[in-house]
């Protein structure tokens, strides 16, 4: 089982699956709807401050302080 780290630490192009989602209800709830939930699969399509990402066939915009609350695994791929 590999480390978790915050969605923010993950570079450009890297795969990592969702392992947690913390905050409070509404932000944890809002990113739910967003297809962001534990063992969700999410790409690091740009890092920054927004960082832009890809889940399920979707590209999303994630402020800052929404990337803190996310906690990954990267995923290696072949």
Same mark, same amino acid.
């Given at each position: ?9 993950? #570079? ?5 699956? /969702?392992?947690? *989602? ?5 932000? *944890? =709830? ?5 297809? /962001? #939930?534990?063992?969700?699969? /999410? ?5 920054? #401050? ?5 889940? =399920? ?5 994630? #402020? ?7 906690? /990954?695994?990267? *995923?290696?791929?072949?």
């Amino acid at each position: 089982m590999g480390d978790l780290l915050p969605l923010e630490s993950i #570079r450009a192009g890297e795969w990592a699956e /969702v392992a947690d *989602v913390a905050g409070d209800m509404g932000c *944890v =709830g809002r990113l739910a709807e967003m297809g /962001v #939930r534990h063992g969700s699969r /999410v790409r690091m399509l740009q890092p920054g #401050r927004p960082c832009l990402i890809l889940i =399920g066939g979707t590209r999303l915009s994630l #402020r800052a302080d929404w990337t803190t609350h996310i906690l /990954v695994r990267p *995923v290696k791929t072949s």
